[in-house]
């Protein structure tokens, strides 16, 4: 009587985990804001983020994402048709900072797990004229991501800006 009720239990667990077609369920779109310039670098709500002078004057974040549910596209070239969107966007004191550019179709890297695709160091660049106009004030960064199947991720964090060491 045992070993009935066990088959039927792994039968049924077994089967939990595929759509009716006998694929596996789609992983849900989720997307982890992060920061990095080389590799991606974990964020989470109350963080500092650097506020980074390029070499030509502006000032940026540097913006990475996690990403998990949503086709990668092509990342060896700009043009595939099914590289996906992630825009990025930075607030502060219910004003937008970001200068409006930090919005990139292209495809998703492999990522450090299974199922998991990145994006790392982005440039968002900021709509300021020196570092200490944003140095302490809290932002908020946020990030969506989208592919062209239309399914959709978006993160927002609540860190604040400092000004990164390097910056003369």
Same mark, same amino acid.
């Given at each position: 009587?045992?070993?009935?009720?066990?088959?039927?239990?792994?039968?049924?667990?077994g089967a *939990?985990?595929?759509a009716a077609?006998?694929? *596996?369920?789609?992983?849900?779109?989720e +997307?982890?804001l992060?920061?990095?310039?080389?590799?991606f670098?974990s964020?989470?709500?109350?963080?500092?983020?650097y506020i980074?002078?390029g070499?030509?004057g502006?000032f940026?974040f540097?913006?990475? +994402?996690?990403?998990?549910?949503?086709?990668?596209?092509?990342?060896? @070239?700009?043009?595939?048709p099914?590289n996906?969107t992630?825009?990025f966007?930075v607030?502060?004191?219910?004003?937008?900072?970001?200068?409006?550019?930090?919005h990139?179709?292209?495809?998703?890297?492999?990522?450090?797990?299974? @199922?998991?695709?990145?994006?790392?160091?982005?440039?968002?660049?900021?709509?300021?004229?020196?570092d200490?106009?944003?140095a302490? *004030?809290?932002v908020r960064?946020?990030?969506? +991501?989208?592919?062209?199947a239309? @399914?959709?991720?978006s993160?927002?964090l609540?860190l604040?800006a400092?000004?990164h060491?390097? @910056?003369p």
């Open positions: 009587m045992r070993m009935p009720l066990l088959v039927a239990l792994l039968a049924a667990s *939990a985990g595929c077609d006998g694929a *596996a369920d789609p992983v849900p779109p +997307v982890t992060g920061t990095g310039d080389v590799s670098e964020l989470q709500s109350g963080d500092d983020i980074v002078q070499p030509q502006g940026h540097f913006g990475s +994402v996690l990403v998990r549910g949503i086709d990668p596209g092509d990342p060896d @070239n700009l043009d595939a099914d996906p992630t825009d966007q607030w502060s004191g219910g004003a937008r900072v970001d200068v409006m550019a930090a990139y179709v292209q495809g998703l890297e492999p990522g450090p797990d299974a @199922n998991t695709y990145e994006m790392i160091g982005r440039l968002v660049i900021l709509d300021i004229q020196a200490d106009e944003l302490g *004030a809290q960064f946020l990030v969506s +991501v989208t592919d062209t239309g @399914n959709s991720a993160c927002e609540m604040t400092v000004r060491p390097n @910056n």
